[in-house]
């Protein structure tokens, strides 16, 4: 079975910075892609950034230049470190990831329970 556990959401004031961090855990054989979603109430889901297996990015364009995602293999685990933190960042902020398991012998998508970013002051 396979789990993706975030960590790191809280409260913090505008300008300020969190770390947000996703391990996958479970019979995983590969992790491909992964990415951070976000949804703030009343909202749909939206994409903030994600990260191939070989490094390369790619940023909504309202946290380029705020956000950055990074990922350990050897981990694996995904990061997102959010800097200048805005209210309208505030969302709960969901982890993603393609990854082939022992248990299904095909590539499936995998999200994790979310955590709560709230910027205010």
């Known amino acids: 079975q396979v789990q993706l556990v975030e960590s790191g959401g809280g409260l913090v004031q505008p300008g300020g910075s969190l770390r947000l961090s996703c391990a996958a855990s479970?019979?995983?054989?590969?992790?491909?892609?992964m990415g951070w979603y976000r949804q703030a109430p009343g909202k749909q889901r939206e994409l903030v950034a994600d990260?191939?297996?070989?490094?390369?990015?790619n940023y909504q364009d309202s946290v380029k230049g705020r956000f950055t995602i990074s990922r350990d293999n050897a981990k694996n685990t995904v990061y997102l470190q959010m800097n200048s933190l805005k209210p309208e960042d505030t969302a709960v902020y969901y982890c993603?990831?393609?990854?082939?398991?022992?248990?299904?012998?095909?590539?499936?998508?995998?999200w994790g329970q979310g955590t709560q970013v709230t910027v205010s002051s």
């Open positions: 990260i191939t297996r070989g490094g390369s990015t």
């Open positions: 993603n990831a393609d990854l082939l398991s022992s248990a299904i012998p095909a590539m499936k998508n995998y």
């Open positions: 479970g019979s995983i054989f590969v992790i491909y892609g």
